[in-house]
């Protein structure tokens, strides 16, 4: 009699958490459609890891003109919702610089706007980039980023 009061204490508990898991009622599905959520509220972007380049110039000059060329295809691209995060890695024995998540699936896509970064195009920057599968969320954090950003790069 223990054993079967035992065996129906854990079969409630069960079908309990697996209802309360599933009565979710912050769920907004036209949120949800706009930002291309999956069931699970994720959805796949490209992910990039910005490296150093075989590229050596050494007209200072140049080089500036090239990262503020960078810094503003960035900005280009976050404004069109292309690009929803950009920013650099600290110095690290990889030779990694940054990290780019596109909102964009299509790696021939993000291949070809990656050639419009004149750091990428010239060399100076190489990439490694791969299929991640996040938040679908992801692209909100921006419109609160302008709202903390004091100073723009």
């Known amino acids: 009699m223990k054993k079967h009061f035992y065996l129906l204490t854990l079969l409630f508990a069960f079908i309990s958490l697996t209802s309360f898991a599933q009565q979710d009622t912050s769920y907004n599905k036209a949120l949800a459609d706009s930002l291309g959520a999956d069931e699970y509220g994720m959805k796949q972007y490209t992910f990039v890891i910005l490296k150093t380049g075989n590229t050596t110039i050494d007209d200072q ?3 500036n003109a090239i990262f503020r060329g960078h810094l503003d295809n960035i900005t280009r691209l976050a404004e069109e919702g292309k690009l929803i995060v950009a920013g650099p890695l600290t110095k690290n024995e990889k030779e990694y610089r940054g990290i780019f998540i596109f909102n ?3 790696p021939k896509e993000v291949e070809s706007l990656l050639q419009t970064d ?3 195009s010239s060399g100076l920057l190489a990439t490694e980039t791969y299929e991640w599968y ?3 969320a992801l692209p909100k954090y921006l ?3 302008t709202m903390i950003e004091k100073n723009k790069p």
């Open 143 to 145: 419109e609160f980023h």
């Open 61 to 63: 000059d140049k080089v």
């Open 104 to 106: 964009i699936k299509d």
């Open 118 to 120: 004149p750091a990428i």
């Open 134 to 136: 996040g938040s679908a």
